[in-house]
């Protein structure tokens, strides 16, 4: 480990170099750096990771291979650089002839592995060693089956393992097992060997001069230790391309069951240009065809998809006596049917029909070919935007870009400054910043307000001192404030809101009956109410200085999501009898309904008002988008949704309305789903029922007691009578529930890919009742809720 110190003068003499070196560096990162030894101990300082050739003669030719290697490994936030050591004071790293002869990897002035130079003989050695190095707590290197086998037994009931055998470390098929398993460490455990005598023992019989091997070891859903992990075979070279599509696959459900008409049915394995298997089964032989397909679908895992089609529940026309219908990936072929009699014959046609034999050579795509495939198998679908849209240029001279040496001037200079804390290799970050940059369009030349960023890749000292653990963050800046952290969705019209609602003092003190009043019927600050379904106002005597103060602290916590004034002049009983409530209150203006509630607030401290407003500012049928569906899960009460394909009509809303304001669904969420604006209710739809049931559809939802689902019978008109009746069989138990949902929990790979539970943070009224406040909530932007369609 490095422990290198320079003194104060050569700090203050090299000061502006380095500034201006690094703002060069962050232009041309993607090439390798050509610097002096003091400009290498500089940029060692900002944490970032670097893979280092130190050279005695200034003359001396930067070794092409790494020249190469500069702008691949710039993709994974790792810079290549050549130090010029002439002329130089001697150093660790110039001193001695042999230390010549390497290369240096360094995340930030920590040294993490010295390469020998003949090991980094082409480009595929050199990002195959420097990843393997970075990654070496993730991935397992064995020399022996009992190694595996230690391994295999720890991993059992938890994760997947993916065992790779490369016949040497760097060639281009460790290269390309390294680079995915950059992507994908933390969602299988990776072992990594270089014995044949192992992977003879593991079952592949093949000859000595195969140069890689993957097998996939299907360990999460094992739990008695003495049962061994099933085994699937990659059988196509390792590239990093077919490696990915690989790991797709074994993610895909091994059988799915479907009603539908086989030519309409698309799946992962067509998109992936392998065909699809559907066998056919009634309902007196389902459990019998459900195992036959199984097994089958063991024996094609990775070859085909395999579907049970269950052939009484719908009108298919399909000839007599067909029990399997083979589908090619290909568009516009039809289908085939086929009598077979057993298993065998099924897994022959597959293997007689593939479209890519084990012997034949695999095509190897450019870059254009491989996003013209549109193959839509990138993991995470932030990822796949990123990666989609990688080409596209940003209008980026809009957000003016922070260093270390600008961040504090900057800050200090302007009234209101907006800074976005990202990182360059991050996927979350990248997507984010064209919303950000969306928000700077929209509120460009409005006064007082900076919009910055800061690459914490580049700064990392910056962000280490804003606090920064994650990202990407908002904080906005105020004069004179403590810095403001942005908790919501990371999405345009959100932040958007945000800083919108942030510019006015909250809580507002008004300061006249008349100003009290233009605040509830929404006059005052009109331009923002469009941002604010709810305007609170809060009502005291001028001596209730404690009821005051907690009003003002809760009003605090809720700047930039809601609306906050307060009134305490001489004259505040006028409104508390206008309104007939008693001192102290809040009077809730929704400006939507033209409607005003009051409520009573009684020995209530700040963190009793937050709730009281979260709970009253809720709607009372609302409609249930991607946004709001946490903060309604959080209320514990099944959800009675109406699906419709389309808006919501006035006769549905008056009836649903009546039953709620009758206090006929205390113990339910009443609400909407709009098909059109979420069509993920599609996907949750046809869980439900196997199929798209005709619209509009009542659906009671109990997801946190049984987990079961009832439907309001569909030849019946929704109107409170009759819904009241269902809702009165279902509790007598006269009426039974379509299905229940499994029991399961569905983890993320890390506590940062938990979107779902950070989207409680998309606003304040997470909690409403019996739930503690989190002060600093963090929110990243969910992918498609549609990737969560098996859950539900």
Same mark, same amino acid.
């Given at each position: ?17 380095? &500034? ?37 003669? /200034? ?22 650089? +050549?130090?010029? &050591? ?142 061994? &992990? ?14 990915? @599509? ?43 065809? +459900? ?23 719908? /009108? ?27 298993? /065998? ?20 795509? =450019? ?46 200079? $302007? ?28 509120? +460009? ?60 003092? &909250? ?31 809060? !009502? ?49 203006? @929704? ?33 249930? $988008?991607?946004?709001?569906?946490? !903060? ?19 006769? /549905? ?85 379509? $299905? ?16 779902? @539970? ?8 997470? =909690? ?25």
């Amino acid at each position: 480990m490095m422990a290198f110190r320079l003194s104060i003068w050569i700090y203050s003499i090299f000061f502006m170099l380095i &500034c201006v070196f690094s703002r060069s560096i962050a232009k041309n990162r993607n090439t390798l750096m050509e610097l002096s030894l003091q400009e290498h101990f500089s940029i060692l300082q900002t944490g970032k990771t670097s893979l280092v050739y130190f050279s005695q003669d /200034d003359i001396m030719v930067f070794p092409e291979e790494l020249k190469k290697a500069a702008e691949p490994l710039h993709n994974y936030g790792i810079s290549v650089a +050549k130090v010029n &050591c002439a002329n130089e004071e001697t150093s660790r790293y110039c001193g001695k002839e042999n230390d010549l002869t390497k290369a240096y990897l360094f995340r930030g002035n920590i040294l993490l592995r010295e390469f020998p130079m003949d090991a980094l003989f082409d480009v595929n050695a050199i990002i195959a060693n420097v990843l393997f190095a970075l990654l070496f707590n993730e991935i397992k290197y064995i020399n022996s089956l009992e190694d595996f086998e230690n391994i295999e037994n720890a991993m059992k009931g938890k994760t997947n393992i993916a065992l790779i055998y490369v016949k040497a470390i760097g060639t281009p098929e460790h290269r390309a097992v390294m680079e995915t398993a950059f992507v994908y460490g933390t969602t299988y455990q990776f072992v990594l060997t270089t014995e044949t005598a192992l992977l003879e023992r593991i079952g592949r019989v093949e000859n000595s001069d195969i140069s890689g091997s993957l097998f996939f070891f299907h360990c999460k859903l094992v739990l008695d230790l003495t049962q061994k &992990c099933q085994k699937t075979l990659l059988e196509q070279p390792l590239t990093v391309l077919n490696i990915h @599509r690989f790991l797709k696959l074994m993610d895909a459900p091994l059988l799915t069951e479907i009603t539908e008409d086989p030519e309409k049915v698309s799946t992962i394995h067509l998109q992936l240009g392998l065909p699809l298997i559907f066998i056919l089964s009634q309902q007196n032989t389902y459990e019998a065809d +459900k195992k036959t397909a199984e097994t089958v679908a063991w024996h094609l895992l990775g070859k085909a998809g395999v579907t049970l089609l269950l052939k009484d529940s719908t /009108d298919l026309n399909i000839p007599t006596h067909t029990n399997v219908i083979f589908k090619r990936a290909k568009e516009g072929v039809p289908v085939d049917f086929f009598f077979l009699h057993d298993i /065998d014959s099924i897994i022959s046609l597959v293997e007689n029909n593939a479209p890519i034999q084990n012997n034949e050579p695999v095509k190897e795509y =450019e870059e254009d070919e491989i996003e013209a495939l549109n193959l839509d198998v990138q993991d995470d679908q932030v990822v796949e935007t990123v990666y989609r849209d990688r080409k596209r240029k940003l209008p980026l001279e809009l957000i003016i870009e922070l260093t270390e040496e600008t961040f504090n001037s900057t800050i200090k200079s $302007t009234s209101s400054s907006i800074v976005l804390f990202y990182a360059n290799w991050e996927a979350v970050s990248l997507a984010f910043l064209q919303s950000y940059i969306d928000v700077a369009i929209k509120l +460009k030349g409005t006064s007082n307000i900076l919009f910055t960023r800061v690459n914490c890749g580049d700064w990392s000292n910056v962000c280490t001192k804003q606090n920064i653990i994650e990202y990407p963050v908002i904080k906005i800046y105020k004069e004179g404030e403590k810095p403001v952290i942005y908790t919501g969705m990371l999405e345009t019209e959100y932040l958007l809101k945000f800083i919108r609602l942030n510019r006015i003092s &909250c809580p507002l003190k008004i300061m006249s009956i008349k100003e009290a009043e233009e605040y509830l019927n929404g006059e005052l600050h009109k331009e923002l109410t469009s941002y604010s379904s709810v305007s609170i106002l809060g !009502i005291f005597s001028s001596n209730m200085t404690k009821e005051k103060e907690n009003f003002i602290e809760a009003g605090n916590s809720l700047k930039g999501y809601v609306i906050t004034g307060f009134y305490s002049e001489e004259d505040a009983l006028r409104l508390s009898k206008k309104y007939a409530v008693t001192l102290p209150a809040l009077l809730l203006s @929704r400006h939507k309904e033209g409607k005003i509630d009051s409520i009573l607030l009684s020995n209530s401290d700040a963190s009793d008002i937050v709730k009281i407003i979260k709970s009253a500012s809720l709607e009372i049928f609302p409609e249930i $988008t991607v946004e709001n569906l946490p !903060i309604y899960l959080s209320l514990q009460k099944p959800l009675l949704i109406l699906f419709r394909d389309g808006n919501l009509n006035h006769k /549905d809303e008056k009836e649903m309305l009546s039953l709620v304001k009758q206090k006929h669904l205390e113990t339910f969420i009443p609400c909407w789903l709009n098909l059109k604006t979420t069509p993920v209710g599609r996907g949750i739809l046809k869980a439900y029922f196997k199929h798209l049931p005709p619209l509009p559809l009542l659906v009671l939802v109990d997801l946190h007691s049984r987990g079961q689902v009832s439907a309001f019978p569909l030849d019946q008109t929704i109107n409170e009578k009759n819904v009241l009746l269902w809702l009165q069989k279902l509790e007598s138990g006269l009426e039974n529930h379509i $299905t229940t949902l499994p029991n399961e929990e569905w983890k993320p790979p890390l506590p940062a890919y938990n979107f779902l @539970r950070r989207m409680d943070a998309t606003n304040p009224f997470k =909690e409403i009742t019996g739930f503690p406040t989190q002060n600093s909530l963090r929110c990243a932007k969910t992918t498609d809720l549609q990737q969560h369609n098996k859950g539900h």
